[in-house]
């Protein structure tokens, strides 16, 4: 039976990221090597506080002050933290089409309210092509736990085992199963669009 519902993943799927890139904005914004960067927001876990909604942008802005001892300007270190993102522009297409066939989307992702609020601002496919936002930092729980996958199904309206997903790291894909959900691991478009129809999804692309 085709899924109910189509949950995506928001980065390496819908869009490609440079974390390399955010160390090197976020680092001369601050006046800081790229590698003190990293330490402050993954070595201290800021990142992962962000990430679920324990901290929001500008308790992460204080934090990291707080960490490299350095006070930039906030909005420079928010638009170097944000201006990190590209479209995967075969998505497009294939999320275009599936919308036409009336079938629920959504997107579920870890990800934080300063990288959340950047893509849904620019990128029309991500404000306009899902009706379901199921995103961490909202909900308080992070892939690959099973919490965020609940709420996201009750998000969903829908059951487990009714819901299919996609995101490109392995351990998500597990934790999705394991909750219940049908999911496969992000290659490329095509193959995502041939796994659709080996579901029984019938689409125009």
Not at 3 to 29: E, T
Not at 70 to 93: C, E, H, Q, W
Not at 128 to 133: D, I, K, L, P, Q
Not at 147 to 156: M, P, R, V
Request: aromatic content about 12%.
């Amino acid at each position: 039976m085709p899924p109910k519902f189509i949950y995506f993943d928001l980065g390496k799927v819908l869009v490609d990221f440079s974390v390399d890139r955010m160390l090197a904005q976020v680092g001369a914004a601050a006046g800081v090597a790229p590698e003190t960067v990293r330490d402050a927001l993954f070595r201290d876990g800021l990142m992962l506080e962000h990430e679920s909604g324990r901290l929001d942008s500008r308790g992460l802005y204080e934090e990291f002050c707080r960490s490299t001892g350095k006070r930039p300007d906030y909005d420079a270190v928010i638009a170097a933290a944000a201006g990190i993102f590209s479209l995967n522009t075969p998505m497009l297409p294939l999320v275009a089409q599936l919308g036409q066939t009336g079938r629920p989307l959504g997107i579920l992702s870890n990800t934080c309210e300063t990288h959340w609020e950047y893509c849904y601002a620019r990128y029309r496919i991500v404000a306009e092509g899902f009706s379901v936002y199921a995103l961490s930092y909202r909900i308080g729980a992070v892939k690959p736990d099973a919490a965020i996958f609940h709420a996201a199904a009750e998000l969903a309206g829908h059951a487990p085992e009714d819901i299919f997903f996609v995101d490109d790291r392995p351990e998500h894909v597990a934790g999705a199963k394991a909750a219940g959900f049908d999911a496969v691991q992000f290659t490329t478009a095509a193959a995502l669009a041939g796994e659709l129809r080996q579901r029984g999804v019938r689409f125009n692309y």
